[in-house]
């Protein structure tokens, strides 16, 4: 329970953090400055410091010490574990890359992404995909394309997809309830998707020069696998996702559990990393062009962004926002798990349903309703910014590596995600919620 009020000046930190992940790399100069870890490193501390003093002083460490401990490190670990598992895994191969080829490594990411993390399905197929497309002269589309498939839409069906919906699978909810109830939402974005993705695809490769058609019809080869190993880590870091929990382990929920049991998942993904690591050769990583830099970046950045959202987050309890219809649920879960990160935001909306009648079908303490439309927002509407979901800033990362040109933080969202992506999400909550 938060006993302080929390004022608005303290939101500050929060919004100049969003602004420097914004702004840094459309300045001359200081973009340059920004492609630095260890700088992002740097504004993460100066910002998030000065509130993790202000809170403490004023009685609210624990809720920095839960948000940075036990919501952060599990994030940070989840991701690296699949980044790391799913990086090990080899698959070279440069496929012809033609509309129909590109939206059937989109359209198995898609469905891969419920199975195995939306982080796991983008790093396992992200470099083939770039090495497919490497030839095109236009590839942009292809990338933003599969940030919003892959790393976002695709992880609706289980508590395994997406980290909102492994804490809503935390709260109680059945873990096949989603596959059971939202198969319809999931196929309807997803085909929409692909669809329009296909149509972008063939108008573009329509303009490819002939020599660029030609030289990737020329150095097309078949698809080679390595590393296979890591499928059997990847299902380690599945199994302790889905078993190392307070609901199968009760002395890990306990109220005087020590931190380091309570991180008892985490210590597992740890081992996992590090047996990966271990047990994958050198070529194999460097057949993969692998880099710990884009989950560093990851890493830094979300350092500041957990830190200085924690007073935004508390902000928001005490002040909550007058949602009481499912639609809306939809899109104020959404619009803030674009800037806020989709996981906590997701817990945010989850306690203020908890207010509202629920009925003798309530899941999770909340009306199903409800469920559904925390649910879509958090799984789809992560997709609207670089921030919204982990695998996307990785996607754009690793993409920057292999010298494609992203756009920029607004420019995604001007130039991509708010005139394709939201009228499809909007469509959506039409059809369904």
Known sequence: MIEHLIPAWMLIPFVVMLLCIA???LIPHVDEWWEHNLHKLYVSLILGVPVGIWLCANGMGHELEHQMIYDYIPFILLLMALFVTTGGICIRGDLKATPLTNTVILALGWVLASFMGTTGAAMLLIRLLLSTISQRKYKVHTVLFFIAIVANCGGLLSPLGDPPLFLLFQKGTPFMWWLQNMVGEWLVTGVLLLGIYFLIDLYYYRKEPVEHKEKDEREATKLQFSGLINIFWLLCVVCSTMFINSTYIPAMGAHDAPWYLRLLREWAFIAIIGLSWLTTSKEVRDNNNYSWTPILEVACVFLGIFA??????????????????????????GALSAFLDNAPTAMVFHATATSLPAGADAVAGIAPEFLKAISMGAVFFGSLTYIGNGPNFMVKSIAEQEGIKMPS?????IKFSLIILLPVYIIVQLLFI
């Open 308 to 333: 200085t959202m924690t007073p935004a987050l508390m902000y928001l309890q005490q002040h909550p926002l007058p949602v009481t219809a499912p639609w809306q649920f939809v899109y104020c879960t």
């Open 23 to 25: 702004v840094f790399s």
């Open 409 to 413: 933080f607004f420019g995604y969202m």
